[in-house]
């Protein structure tokens, strides 16, 4: 008896859609890629975060009728960037697409991004700004000028010359994304700009247009958080990645509890006449338990601490900031000894001492990967 196997190639073409909370789009988005890549070897693969309302259901149910989509669910993991990753690092197809869920991005350009990448351009960007296009009407006033503000900041300080580096909507060799794949940020929203600032060699790119329509069904999901993230990428790029992102927002975090460290003792001291030693003692518990929460929501999002692990998280977060002060005081007091003339300067430099020894020592200790 003589058996056969029969082998299929892989798609040329995978489309990766970031999905959170998009139950009530997924359907219809599945049925537009259909047609406009009807006559293509394609892929769907959304790229899931557990979401709450059961995106993920909804994607399985339509994969049994279509093997050509696929549903990648991240349990534990947020993030829209890493997600993406993900979903580009999971297929064999030579071409990818990233294009978000809620079919605010225009599918018929699918095809067009395509022939250009067939014809030997490396990426090819939905853009939003290209002259002679409106920008849309799906970004709001506030949104509008918060992208413009990013834009500018992004070509000048990164040098990059895309119309919209911002957009989410773009397709690229996946070879492009594997190459660069371990130093490109999972944490917020910039996938492209980071893709094109990581770059070595720049990649061949073509613009095509498209208006951004408003979204079918559901809320966005970039919120203040994505901002700040947003805004340490830019810095931790332009340290040429010696700088993490994470460490830039808890620095800056940190820099918001000295803030509320001078009220607390203000407060107390002053207002409340509680002896100075007390008082700076609750303002440094008030402080601490301050960045602890603000860094479980903005820094560590993505590792966010619930329940037992957010109390065990909070007492490991006090041990290691009391080493840290202990350093910032020894390290202080040592270049003031050395060079008693600039004391601001012995603060700084040991001030810096202990948010670097405070982000090493919380990044393995209290929102380790366990
Ligand atoms: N897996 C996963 N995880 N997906 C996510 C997450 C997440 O944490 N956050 C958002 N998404 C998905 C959404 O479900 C949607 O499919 C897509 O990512 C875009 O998210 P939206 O919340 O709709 O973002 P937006 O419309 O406000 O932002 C769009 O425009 C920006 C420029 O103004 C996106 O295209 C951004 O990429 C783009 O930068
Ligand atoms: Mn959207």
Redesign the pocket.
């Known amino acids: 008896m003589t058996y056969f196997t029969t082998t299929r190639k892989g798609p040329e073409l995978a489309v990766i859609?970031?999905?959170?909370?998009?139950r009530g789009?997924v359907a219809l988005l599945v049925e537009r890629v259909r047609q406009v890549l009807a006559n293509l070897d394609f892929e769907i693969i959304f790229?899931?975060?557990d979401?709450p309302d059961g995106?993920h259901t909804a994607v399985k149910d339509i994969a049994k009728d279509d093997m050509r989509v696929r549903c990648l669910r991240?349990v534990g993991?947020?993030?829209?960037a890493?997600?993406?990753i993900e979903g580009v690092l999971a297929s064999s197809a030579p071409y990818v697409a990233?294009m978000?869920?809620?079919l605010?991005?225009d599918e018929t350009l699918l095809p067009k991004m395509l022939n250009a990448l067939r014809g030997g351009a490396e990426l090819a960007v939905g853009s939003?700004y290209v002259p002679g296009t409106e920008a849309g009407n799906?970004?709001n006033r506030v949104?509008q000028w918060g992208?413009d503000v990013a834009t500018s900041l992004a070509r000048r300080a990164l040098g990059i010359n895309l119309s919209d580096p911002?957009?989410?909507?773009f397709m690229v060799r996946r070879e492009k994304v594997e190459a660069v794949a371990g130093s490109l940020s999972r944490e917020g929203?910039?996938?492209?700009l980071d893709l094109v600032a990581s770059s070595k060699v720049p990649l061949k790119t073509v613009e095509i247009p498209f208006l951004?329509k408003t979204?079918n069904s559901?809320?966005?999901?970039?919120d203040s958080a994505v901002t700040v993230q947003f805004l340490g990428l830019l810095v931790s790029k332009l340290t040429g990645g010696m700088v993490p992102l994470r460490f830039l927002m808890f620095a800056f975090v940190g820099a918001t509890g000295l803030i509320v460290h001078l009220a607390a003792l203000h407060t107390l001291n002053a207002r409340f006449e509680l002896a100075f030693g007390w008082s700076q003692l609750a303002a440094t518990m008030i402080a601490m338990t301050f960045n602890f929460i603000v860094n479980n929501s903005f820094t560590y999002r993505d590792k966010r601490l619930k329940g037992v692990s957010f109390v065990i998280g909070l007492l490991t977060f006090y041990i290691v900031c009391s080493f840290g002060t202990l350093a910032n005081v020894s390290v202080a007091n040592l270049i003031h000894d050395y060079d008693a003339s600039i004391p601001l300067l012995a603060g700084l430099a040991g001030a810096i001492m202990s948010s670097v020894f405070n982000y090493a020592a919380t990044n393995a200790l209290t929102w380790r990967n366990v």
């Open positions: 859609v970031p999905t959170y909370n998009e789009n790229v899931d975060d979401s995106t991240r993991r947020r993030g829209l890493g997600a993406c990233i978000d869920g809620d605010q991005h939003r799906g970004l949104r992208s911002m957009s989410g909507f929203f910039k996938i492209l951004f979204r559901g809320v966005s999901k970039l």
